[in-house]
Protein backbone atom coordinates (compact mmCIF):
# COMPACT_ATOMS: atom_id res chain seq x y z
CA UNK A 1 0.00 0.00 0.00
CA UNK A 2 2.94 2.14 0.51
CA UNK A 3 5.84 2.80 -1.66
CA UNK A 4 8.74 4.69 -2.13
CA UNK A 5 10.30 5.97 -5.40
CA UNK A 6 13.82 8.00 -5.99
CA UNK A 7 13.93 9.68 -9.61
CA UNK A 8 17.11 11.43 -10.00
CA UNK A 9 17.63 13.78 -6.37
CA UNK A 10 13.14 13.57 -6.33
CA UNK A 11 12.28 11.19 -3.43
CA UNK A 12 8.51 9.83 -3.02
CA UNK A 13 6.21 8.16 -0.71
CA UNK A 14 3.17 7.28 -2.32
CA UNK A 15 -0.08 5.67 -0.09
CA UNK A 16 -1.89 3.94 -2.64
CA UNK A 17 -5.55 4.02 -0.45
CA UNK A 18 -5.24 6.18 2.25
CA UNK A 19 -7.72 5.33 5.67
CA UNK A 20 -7.56 6.30 8.93
CA UNK A 21 -4.97 3.83 9.08
CA UNK A 22 -2.22 5.43 7.47
CA UNK A 23 -3.06 8.93 8.95
CA UNK A 24 -0.32 10.55 11.00
CA UNK A 25 3.01 11.95 10.70
CA UNK A 26 5.31 10.62 7.99
CA UNK A 27 9.21 12.16 8.35
CA UNK A 28 11.97 12.08 5.17
CA UNK A 29 15.02 12.11 6.76
CA UNK A 30 18.33 12.91 4.23
CA UNK A 31 21.68 11.91 5.34
CA UNK A 32 25.14 12.07 4.26
CA UNK A 33 28.84 12.21 5.88
CA UNK A 34 28.28 15.87 6.68
CA UNK A 35 24.98 15.50 8.75
CA UNK A 36 21.46 15.15 8.39
CA UNK A 37 18.00 17.05 8.23
CA UNK A 38 14.61 15.73 8.45
CA UNK A 39 11.27 17.32 6.92
CA UNK A 40 7.84 16.04 8.04
CA UNK A 41 4.41 16.18 7.26
CA UNK A 42 0.83 15.39 8.37
CA UNK A 43 -1.24 12.85 6.16
CA UNK A 44 -5.27 14.00 7.23
CA UNK A 45 -7.86 11.87 5.63
CA UNK A 46 -10.67 13.58 5.21
CA UNK A 47 -14.17 11.24 5.29
CA UNK A 48 -16.12 10.97 1.85
CA UNK A 49 -18.77 13.90 2.04
CA UNK A 50 -21.73 11.56 2.86
CA UNK A 51 -20.00 10.53 5.50
CA UNK A 52 -19.51 13.66 6.80
CA UNK A 53 -22.61 14.72 6.90
CA UNK A 54 -23.95 11.56 8.35
CA UNK A 55 -21.11 11.55 11.12
CA UNK A 56 -22.21 15.72 11.61
CA UNK A 57 -25.54 14.64 11.83
CA UNK A 58 -24.91 12.24 14.91
CA UNK A 59 -22.69 14.55 16.62
CA UNK A 60 -23.82 16.75 19.85
CA UNK A 61 -24.80 20.40 18.63
CA UNK A 62 -22.75 23.04 20.41
CA UNK A 63 -24.56 24.37 23.35
CA UNK A 64 -24.26 28.10 21.71
CA UNK A 65 -26.22 28.90 18.88
CA UNK A 66 -23.41 30.09 16.08
CA UNK A 67 -23.58 33.28 14.43
CA UNK A 68 -25.15 33.03 10.79
CA UNK A 69 -23.35 34.64 8.13
CA UNK A 70 -24.79 38.03 6.64
CA UNK A 71 -26.97 36.40 3.74
CA UNK A 72 -28.11 37.72 0.37
CA UNK A 73 -31.78 37.56 -0.83
CA UNK A 74 -30.89 35.34 -3.59
CA UNK A 75 -29.38 32.44 -0.99
CA UNK A 76 -32.22 32.18 1.57
CA UNK A 77 -33.99 29.60 -0.56
CA UNK A 78 -30.59 27.84 -1.38
CA UNK A 79 -29.64 24.76 0.96
CA UNK A 80 -25.89 23.80 0.60
CA UNK A 81 -24.24 20.87 2.88
CA UNK A 82 -21.49 22.48 5.32
CA UNK A 83 -17.87 22.56 3.34
CA UNK A 84 -14.55 24.12 4.72
CA UNK A 85 -13.94 26.44 2.14
CA UNK A 86 -10.28 27.11 3.93
CA UNK A 87 -9.49 24.25 5.89
CA UNK A 88 -7.26 24.00 9.01
CA UNK A 89 -3.46 24.51 8.46
CA UNK A 90 -0.55 22.96 10.56
CA UNK A 91 0.60 25.04 13.11
CA UNK A 92 4.18 25.06 14.22
CA UNK A 93 4.79 27.48 17.20
CA UNK A 94 7.43 28.61 20.08
CA UNK A 95 6.33 27.38 23.00
CA UNK A 96 4.63 30.16 25.71
CA UNK A 97 3.38 31.64 22.32
CA UNK A 98 0.05 32.31 21.21
CA UNK A 99 -1.21 29.25 18.22
CA UNK A 100 -4.21 30.48 16.49
CA UNK A 101 -5.67 27.20 14.09
CA UNK A 102 -8.11 28.73 12.00
CA UNK A 103 -10.92 27.36 9.00
CA UNK A 104 -13.73 29.24 7.10
CA UNK A 105 -17.24 27.18 6.91
CA UNK A 106 -20.02 27.53 4.11
CA UNK A 107 -23.15 26.09 4.52
CA UNK A 108 -26.96 26.41 4.48
CA UNK A 109 -28.34 26.36 7.11
CA UNK A 110 -25.24 27.70 8.70
CA UNK A 111 -22.98 24.49 10.37
CA UNK A 112 -22.49 24.05 14.00
CA UNK A 113 -19.14 23.76 14.61
CA UNK A 114 -17.02 20.87 16.81
CA UNK A 115 -13.38 21.13 17.71
CA UNK A 116 -11.28 17.96 18.55
CA UNK A 117 -7.72 17.36 20.05
CA UNK A 118 -6.31 13.65 19.11
CA UNK A 119 -9.84 12.65 18.96
CA UNK A 120 -11.41 13.90 21.76
CA UNK A 121 -14.23 17.06 21.48
CA UNK A 122 -12.74 20.03 23.24
CA UNK A 123 -15.00 23.36 24.91
CA UNK A 124 -14.08 27.06 24.40
CA UNK A 125 -12.03 27.94 27.95
CA UNK A 126 -9.62 30.64 29.13
CA UNK A 127 -6.52 28.23 27.61
CA UNK A 128 -8.54 27.13 24.36
CA UNK A 129 -10.79 30.19 22.86
CA UNK A 130 -13.12 29.24 20.41
CA UNK A 131 -14.68 32.13 18.53
CA UNK A 132 -16.34 32.92 15.61
CA UNK A 133 -16.85 36.51 12.82
CA UNK A 134 -18.81 35.68 10.50
CA UNK A 135 -17.78 32.17 8.20
CA UNK A 136 -14.25 32.31 10.03
CA UNK A 137 -14.14 29.87 12.48
CA UNK A 138 -11.00 30.24 15.18
CA UNK A 139 -8.88 27.99 18.23
CA UNK A 140 -6.78 30.47 20.05
CA UNK A 141 -4.22 28.88 21.86
CA UNK A 142 -3.79 31.30 24.49
CA UNK A 143 0.19 30.05 25.30
CA UNK A 144 0.96 26.63 23.67
CA UNK A 145 3.27 23.94 25.97
CA UNK A 146 4.05 20.36 25.11
CA UNK A 147 0.05 19.27 25.99
CA UNK A 148 -1.49 21.03 22.88
CA UNK A 149 0.45 19.48 20.54
CA UNK A 150 -1.34 16.68 18.45
CA UNK A 151 -4.28 16.72 15.65
CA UNK A 152 -6.90 19.08 16.07
CA UNK A 153 -10.07 18.85 14.04
Known amino acids: NVRI ?8 LVVNHVSSDTEG ?3 AIAQNIHGKSESTAELYVQEPRAAI ?5 KLEKMPSIPEEPE ?3 NES ?3 TMPDFVKPLADVEVIEGKEA ?4 KVEGLPYP ?3 WYHNGKRIESSEERKMTQYRDV ?3 VIRSACHAHSGVYK
Open 100 to 103: VLKC
Open 71 to 73: MLE
Open 137 to 139: HNL
Open 53 to 57: ASHMA
Open 112 to 114: AIS
Open 25 to 27: FYT
Open 5 to 12: FQEGGRHS
Open 77 to 79: ERR
